[in-house]
């Protein structure tokens, strides 16, 4: 079952009024506002594609968890991370998503694939 993105107000996300679901989109503009927790959450590529032209976003997968779609891989500072094109929340990343042992799959105009690995996800999940 593929999963729809949808753009909700992150400051709502950020307060706790609104508890997202999977396939809900935020913009982190607080993000912004220290330049080392930027540099710590957000990859060379949001550095060279997107700063100044958008706050990082953040994403619920399909399994539920939040993800930061500009993060470095591996949560490794400075290092590389994922290509994106598009407007939210008809965003698409290169290469596939992969949540070892929960989610694999892929984020194409705005819409999640199903688990490439075959793991069946229940169709309503609340982010952890």
Same mark, same amino acid.
């Given at each position: 079952?593929?999963?729809?993105?949808?753009?909700?107000?992150?400051?709502?996300?950020?307060?706790?009024?609104?508890?997202?679901?999977?396939?809900?989109?935020?913009?982190?503009?607080?993000?912004?506002?220290?330049?080392?927790?930027?540099?710590?959450?957000?990859?060379?590529?949001?550095?060279?594609?997107?700063?100044?032209?958008?706050?990082?976003l953040m994403v619920v997968l399909p399994n539920g968890c939040k993800w930061?779609?500009?993060?470095?891989?591996?949560?490794?500072?400075?290092?590389? @991370? &994922?290509?994106?094109? #598009?407007?939210?929340? +008809?965003?698409?990343?290169?290469?596939? %998503?992969?949540? *070892?042992?929960?989610?694999? @799959? &892929?984020?194409?105009? #705005?819409?999640?694939? +199903?688990?490439?690995?075959?793991?069946? %996800?229940?169709? *309503?999940?609340?982010?952890?």
């Amino acid at each position: 079952m593929p999963w729809p993105c949808r753009l909700v107000d992150g400051e709502k996300v950020r307060s706790g009024e609104y508890r997202p679901q999977v396939g809900d989109m935020w913009y982190m503009p607080w993000l912004l506002e220290d330049k080392q927790m930027l540099d710590f959450y957000c990859s060379k590529e949001y550095h060279r594609d997107w700063l100044g032209k958008r706050p990082p976003l953040m994403v619920v997968l399909p399994n539920g968890c939040k993800w930061i779609i500009d993060s470095p891989w591996r949560g490794d500072p400075g290092s590389s @991370g &994922w290509t994106v094109t #598009g407007e939210a929340p +008809n965003i698409t990343v290169m290469p596939s %998503i992969n949540f *070892v042992g929960s989610y694999h @799959g &892929w984020l194409q105009n #705005g819409v999640f694939s +199903n688990d490439v690995e075959g793991r069946q %996800i229940p169709p *309503v999940r609340e982010a952890s």
